[in-house]
Every structure is written in C-alpha cells, then in structure tokens.
C-alpha cells in the first residue's frame, strides 16, 4: 500500500450535494444466487427512479467484470476482492448523493459486512435487499444455463450448488421472487426509500 498519498476533500461537502439534488447518498445492495432476479430488479428501479428524475446508477455483477474487475476470476480469493472493490466504488457513488443500485450475487456475510461498514465509516446509507428464491426455482429458470453446467461438473466454485452462501440474517428488505413479481419488488424498494427519506 503506498504511504505517500494524502486524501484530497475538496471544497463540496455531501450535505451541498443533498440540498441541490434533493435526495440523500445510498447503496441499494441486491444479494442472492444467480437467476434469482437480482439484475431484473435492477434495472427496473434504476429506470423507476430516473424517470422520477432522481440522480441514480446501477452496477450489476456481469457488467463490472468486463472493466473494473476484468482481471478477477471466480475463486473464492478473487469473489473476495470482487466485493472489496464494489464495495469502495459504490460508497464513491453514495457520497456523490446517488442512488447506487447493485446487483452482485455476494455469497459471503463478512464480505458484505465490509461494504456496510465502508458506507456507515462515511454516514451513508447501506440497504441490503435479500434478492431470495429457492434453489429448485432458480435452477428452473436458469437463464444462462449455468446450473446445468454446474451440476455437469462444467463449473467449479458455482454458488448454490459447489459453492455456499450465505443468506442475509436481518437484510433490510427480503424479496421472494418466487412470490412477488418486478413491480411489487420496486414498489417496496422504493417506499423502503422514501420511508426512511433517501428520495422524496
């Protein structure tokens, strides 16, 4: 780690960005295994809160591996440093007053632990949204045919089936998409988000 660098503030604070823009900093985090409807969710509250003119951006797990974490592979050491990464890029985003939507399958508790306390250090808003169907439904659905490629053996270190994870134990919003479709899971984000005054 380099020790000759000293952090830069600048002359705009988070609370100038907030007045102007009319809404607070947050990192919106969706958890859960793959083609539980993490990316669906996504893209269809970042829409639902642009067209409320409210400044937003999604980071989604496949589209960041194409750029920022294109050297990473799927090993556990790398998944790690995956999250590290998201981690300190939407906490930039948050104390830019955004409303950082995240999509990332995430397995571990401890390594979004470390995303929560990377916004709480700085005051800002951390929402965990359980992203959760069963198994047997995700592997049903199963868009990009990587369950059966995980359960041929095709795939090493595939969450869910050779790999774990671990649910959220007390997330501030639980979703089952197996009981709720897209509409009534961006509704509830976004009361979530109006509630506890993150938007207006």
């Not at 970042?46 to 960041?64: A, C, I, P, S």
């Not at 974490?69 to 007053?97: H, M, P, Q, T």
């Not at 134990?169 to 005054?197: F, M, N, W």
Request: proline share 3%; charged share 25%; hydrophobic share 40%.
């Amino acid at each position: 780690m380099a020790t000759n660098i000293t952090f830069h503030a600048g002359s705009v604070d988070v609370q100038e960005r907030v007045d102007l823009l009319k809404q607070r900093g947050v990192t919106i985090w969706l958890t859960g295994l793959s083609a539980s409807g993490k990316s669906t969710i996504a893209c269809a509250l970042e829409q639902h809160l642009l067209h409320r003119h409210k400044f937003t951006y999604r980071l989604d797990g496949d589209n960041v591996r194409f750029g920022l974490n294109k050297d990473l592979g799927f090993d556990e050491k790398s998944r790690v440093e995956n999250i590290r990464r998201i981690g300190e890029v939407s906490k930039l985003f948050a104390d830019a007053a955004c409303v950082t939507v995240t999509a990332f399958i995430s397995p571990y508790i401890a390594d979004r632990k470390v995303a929560r306390e990377l916004h709480e250090k700085a005051n800002l808003g951390f929402i965990e949204v359980f992203v959760d169907a069963p198994l047997s439904v995700v592997e049903q659905r199963d868009p990009k045919g990587l369950y059966k490629k995980a359960r041929a053996g095709e795939i090493k270190d595939f969450t869910g089936v050779s790999a774990p994870y671990e649910a959220p134990e007390s997330p501030e919003i639980h979703i089952r998409t197996d009981e709720c479709d897209v509409t009534g899971a961006v509704q509830k984000i976004v009361e979530y988000l109006t509630q506890h005054g993150y938007i207006s």
